[in-house]
Nanobody, 123 residues
Framework: QVQLVETGGGLVQAGDSLRLSCAAS????????LGWFRQAPGKEREFVAS????????YYADSVKGRFTISGDNANNLVYLQMNSLKFEDTAVYYC????????????????WGQGTQVTVSS
């Protein structure tokens, strides 16, 4: 049974950095694309970033480009989201998800989802 578990959320101040981790287990992820999404209170879930399991291709939402970096550690089945220069509007629950095609991840059509981790940025 595939499981995605996010960790690393917390309360930070605007301008701070935070690194989220997503631990994948219970399956073979070669060929999959891993993505990060977020959902703020009262808003729809939105795509943040994605990475191919090989790590050769990444993609970012315009709102985080230049501030967030997605990376992977295949040996340990981990995917990270390094978030720098955090803003109040980055406050949300962040989810890790996976699908077999990059375009499916970008539109949120993922096969597997984690439970989410809360990130709160105080202004």
């Amino acid at each position: 049974q595939v499981q995605l578990v996010e960790t690393g959320g917390g309360l930070v101040q605007a301008g701070d950095s935070l690194r989220l981790s997503c631990a994948a287990s219970g399956g073979t992820f070669g060929g999959y694309v891993l993505g990060w999404f977020r959902q703020a209170p009262g808003k729809e879930r939105e795509f943040v970033a994605s990475i191919t399991w090989s790590g050769t291709s990444t993609y970012y939402a315009d709102s985080v480009k230049g501030r967030f970096t997605i990376s992977g550690d295949n040996a340990n089945n981990l995917v990270y989201l390094q978030m720098n220069s955090l803003k109040f509007e980055d406050t949300a629950v962040y989810y890790c998800a996976a699908a077999n095609l990059a375009w499916r991840v970008r539109i949120g059509q993922c096969d597997y989802w984690g439970q989410g981790t809360q990130v709160t940025v105080s202004s």
